[in-house]
């Protein structure tokens, strides 16, 4: 009975240490310039929240991001943010992207 206990503390302890990694706040100021989508993506949600648009630009240099979590999430705040999405698919590969990613920078230049 005594190593059952010590077992099952032990895979407690385990199961403990991991989830208290993983829930770790991401290392750096909170922009959505930064290259870690752990720092960016908590900022475009906070654009978003706030209504805010000053990371806009980079929202939309983010379409073409080879991460297609930090292209889901730039596209998301775009529309939320702006009411167009200009046909972006942040699934499609880069070439399919591509115009859609030019309506948007046409866009940025006139505002």
Do not use: H
């Amino acid at each position: 009975m005594q190593m059952t206990r010590i077992g099952f503390a032990a895979q407690t302890l385990c199961v403990l240490i991991a989830l208290a990694a993983g829930c770790s706040e991401p290392k750096g100021p909170r922009t959505a310039k930064s290259p870690d989508p752990t720092v960016s993506i908590p900022a475009i949600k906070t654009d978003v929240q706030n209504r805010d648009q000053k990371d806009v630009a980079q929202m939309v240099a983010n379409l073409n991001d080879d991460d297609p979590a930090v292209r889901f999430y730039s596209i998301q705040a775009l529309r939320r943010l702006t009411g167009d999405d200009f046909g972006y698919r942040y699934y499609e590969n880069e070439d399919a992207r591509a115009p859609a990613v030019a309506r948007w920078k046409q866009w940025l230049k006139q505002q």
